[in-house]
């Protein structure tokens, strides 16, 4: 990660732990103001609704995403990419339990995880890794990691330990085929909350003519990834409001975006985004009109796309 990161990342930790006002990109920060937690489950429960919020938590469904691209290289139509999200490991274990079941039986090429393994936004994170680390055993393929809001980046010799190579405003070129044809991932700490982003460093090594990818916590990044030339992003962090009128109209999204990029597929002047509703909950354990989700993004040339020549023979 580097000396200079780790350490202004860990200094930031220590400025900014449990702030309610005046950090990061909103001036509010709901997710920190733990007494409002407590009031929000006392309301549930006495308005009743709170079991049925709890099962809703539970009730995984697995989304399909298709992502095409002229620019995208013939050998990788079909590349498929899994993407879990926001999973508050603590508090979400029937729907984590729900998930390595649906996992087990999909196929895809790569898995991303987009931040969020924490519940808390501060305090231990064993209890954290030893639940992700569960859920890691039922993923075949090779994993990418970014960093959320709720994680500290001392999660960061774990998550690898555990064979997740975690992206710190850096990419990793993803090889294919037998002509050297290859895709970009790159991925940035925490825009949110600790604002520890450094998108230019991330793209610094990507050829502007390659296909490349970003992962973002969140999704406030989407002007700064477009205009860096992405072709995609893929985030988290809203859970999609987590809590929805009929629709899946949210009340609330936690981040500074048009509501377009609260939840699902969407563009920005030709970037390709995704907004996952994420695993798990925070502020109270309930979904309404929201489930939860995990999510196969399947990459496709678009029509007019340029083919590699094959050499004859």
Known sequence: MGRTHAHLRLGLERDHEAWVFGQGRALFNIENWYSLHALMRTAFRVSGFYGRGQRNAARVVVKENTITSQRLPSHFDGFTILQLSDLHVETSGEALETAASAIS???????????????????????????????????????????????TILMVPELERMGVRVLLNEADAIPRGTFGEQIFLAGVDDAHYFRADNLEKAASGI??????????????????????????MLSGHTHGGQVCLPGGVALKLNAVIPRRLGAGAWQQNGLQGYTSRGLGTCIAAVRFNCPPEITLHRLKPRRGALMRAIPQT
């Open 207 to 232: 050829p502007t003519s390659s296909f490349s990818m970003l992962l973002s916590h969140t999704p406030e990044l989407y002007r700064q990834a477009a205009n860096a030339g992405f072709d995609v």
């Open 105 to 151: 039986t999909l196929d895809y090429d790569i898995c991303v995880l987009t931040g969020d393994y924490r519940a808390l936004t501060y305090g231990p994170h064993k209890a954290a890794m030893e639940g992700l680390e569960k859920l890691l055993r039922h993923i075949r393929k090779p994993t990418y990691a970014v960093l959320g809001n709720h994680d």
